[in-house]
């Protein structure tokens, strides 16, 4: 069993920065795909970017993020991270950190955005954006 534990949440002003962090657990962190999700209040969840595990690496962002988001990891601290800038009101919601274990890559690959692409998920961390 993987645990997923996010941390680094919290309330910020537009236009300021914040940094997520995501611990699973497990051997073979470095060849988890790992991915973030986000809930806003009322709205489903959804895709917000994925970084694949493995030697090949693959990062996905969703367009309401790129150039403002950036995903990356430490393998020898089995740690996720997402660094966010220049967050808006609109980035307000809960994010989860998720992880894949068993996907291959290719799978991976058309599938990275699908919830029920990934095996384990975390409690989520909230982020709020005072405008």
């Known amino acids: 069993q993987v645990q997923v534990v996010e941390s680094g949440g919290g309330l910020v002003q537009t236009g300021g920065s914040l940094r997520l962090s995501c611990a699973a657990s497990?051997?073979?962190?470095?060849?988890?795909?790992m991915g973030w999700f986000r809930q806003a209040p009322g709205k489903e969840r959804e895709f917000v970017v994925s970084?694949?595990?493995?030697?090949?690496?693959?990062?996905y962002y969703a367009d309401s993020v790129k150039g403002r988001f950036t995903i990356s990891r430490d393998n020898a601290k089995n740690t996720v991270y997402l660094q966010m800038n220049s967050l808006q009101p609109e980035d307000t919601a809960v994010y989860y950190c998720?992880?894949?274990?068993?996907?291959?890559?290719?799978?991976?690959?058309?599938?990275?955005?699908?919830?029920?692409?990934?095996?384990?998920w975390g409690q989520g961390t909230q982020v709020t954006v005072s405008s």
């Open positions: 497990g051997r073979t962190f470095s060849s988890y795909h």
């Open positions: 970084r694949s595990g493995g030697n090949i690496v693959y990062t």
């Open positions: 998720a992880a894949s274990s068993t996907m291959n890559i290719y799978v991976y690959r058309g599938k990275y955005n699908r919830m029920s692409s990934y095996d384990y």
